[in-house]
């Protein structure tokens, strides 16, 4: 195990309060771990060109962060090969005729910024297509993919064989790509059992419609896959495509760190306040070989630091004072003024695996602002493995509490305190 300061990541806690404000910075501790990976499933996007378009565009699927391998997926009627996108390869997948018309099958390795959505062009005739984009995390990212197959392009009927691949390493994920099109309309796609769906869509013009299924399932063990079957309530061509994605070296990291939203105003009236404010989202992914994990606070004392909300200056100059930095023998607020109360909020995953973490902050509210690290979240071994996210929060969930004797400060200065979030393995 080792720990990375995760540095670019600061956030404001800000109030103001009669010539200045309440403020804090965080920084990000992250302990990771290493461990043989498993691959998890984080979402999808998906979209179709209706009676026809020139080129089809699919939004990036939820979530994404970098590192996250995706998986794209375009189908459409008539002849002519797609124009990729920047930074999608077909190497080592799927690009050419079918029966029905064109699939091309595509890989791209998530960088830390990502657009919108990807685009494909598909020449200047107006084609029918469905595409969509599959996103997993703790997928090798030098050579992602590990094997490959495809069916041949002439294929048509109702039960529908996928190609078996040999996998050479544990905990493969399998994804198995159908597409088809039927000329008289209609139609709908039974996947094989032993597999989880997580795309379907299908053309919506009147007339002729295609239409593509993404399954996928975790290879435990290396060696042959065996063939799987689709059946299509018609008799229609259709193209197939197995691709095996490589584990990578596990890790355990937020996804979304914790971040720090404004805080209403507090104006002095003499006597004690509480303001509030929504904690926001928070997102973990763990792809490591299970031990569990937890997620603690505590303020940061250490050089040029503060573990409690103090006076800062944050320019130059503020008055006498000289900054940036804390005012030295300057106000301070109690520890244990910034509070959490987790009551409503929950965690969920799409493709994760185990019992979901555990808030330790439901009943009674845990101080953030503390000399000693308070225990947020815990995870059992074997719980929270996957992409894991936190939300609903409700609208009380920070609470800073200011004493009546809280003190007026010189103009542009502000109470600040550094809280240090860690990320750590075990429950």
């Not at 590192?67 to 002519?80: C, F, K, R, W």
């Not at 064109?102 to 200047?124: D, I, L, N, Q, R």
């Not at 032993?194 to 299924?213: D, P």
């Not at 229609?236 to 939203?261: H, N, Q």
Request: hydrophobic content about 40%; charged content about 10%; proline content about 4%.
């Amino acid at each position: 195990m080792h720990a990375l300061a995760w540095s670019g990541n600061r956030r404001s806690w800000l109030a103001r309060s009669l010539g200045g404000s309440l403020l804090g910075s965080l920084l990000l501790l992250l302990a990771c771990e290493n461990a043989a990976a498993t691959i998890y499933f984080r979402s999808v996007a998906t979209a179709q060109t209706g009676s026809g378009a020139t080129s089809i565009a699919v939004s990036v699927p939820a979530g994404v962060v970098a590192g996250d391998v995706m998986i794209a997926t375009i189908a459409a009627e008539g002849g002519g090969n797609f124009t990729a996108p920047s930074g999608w390869s077909t190497t080592n997948l799927f690009a050419g005729a079918t029966k029905f018309g064109t699939e091309g099958v595509y890989f791209h390795v998530a960088g830390s910024s990502e657009p919108t959505s990807y685009s494909w062009g598909m020449g200047s005739t107006p084609r029918k297509a469905t595409g969509k984009i599959v996103s997993y995390v703790g997928v090798e990212n030098a050579t992602p993919i590990e094997v490959k197959a495809g069916t041949a392009g002439n294929s048509s009927g109702t039960s529908d064989n996928t190609a078996s691949i040999t996998t050479t390493v544990n905990n493969t994920m399998v994804l198995l790509d159908f597409s088809a099109a039927n000329s008289a309309g209609a139609f709908t796609i039974t996947p094989p059992g032993s597999t989880n769906n997580r795309a379907s869509v299908f053309t919506s013009g009147s007339g002729s419609v295609v239409g593509s299924q993404t399954q996928d399932f975790i290879q435990a063990a290396a060696g042959a896959t065996g063939t799987k079957t689709f059946t299509t309530s018609a008799s229609i061509p259709w193209e197939a495509v197995t691709v095996a994605l490589k584990p990578g070296t596990g890790a355990l990291g937020f996804d979304i760190a914790p971040a720090s939203p404004g805080l209403p105003t507090v104006t002095l009236n003499g006597a004690a306040q509480t303001v509030n404010a929504t904690m926001n989202a928070i997102a973990v992914d763990d792809t490591t070989a299970g031990s569990g994990w937890n997620i603690t606070v505590a303020g940061n004392g250490g050089a040029g630091k503060s573990a409690v909300f103090k006076q800062y200056c944050p320019n130059a100059t503020c008055g006498s004072d000289t900054g940036p930095g804390y005012v030295s023998g300057g106000a301070s607020l109690p520890a244990g003024s910034l509070t959490l109360k987790t009551t409503g909020a929950s965690w969920s995953t799409t493709g994760g695996s185990g019992s979901a973490p555990a808030f330790q902050c439901n009943t009674t509210a845990c101080s953030l602002d503390a000399s000693s690290a308070t225990k947020i979240v815990s995870t059992a071994s074997g719980a929270g493995l996957g992409p894991w996210n936190a939300s609903g929060f409700s609208a009380t969930s920070l609470a800073l509490s200011t004493p009546s004797t809280l003190r007026a400060l010189r103009e542009n200065e502000v109470y600040r305190v550094d809280l240090l979030w860690t990320l750590s393995s075990g429950p």
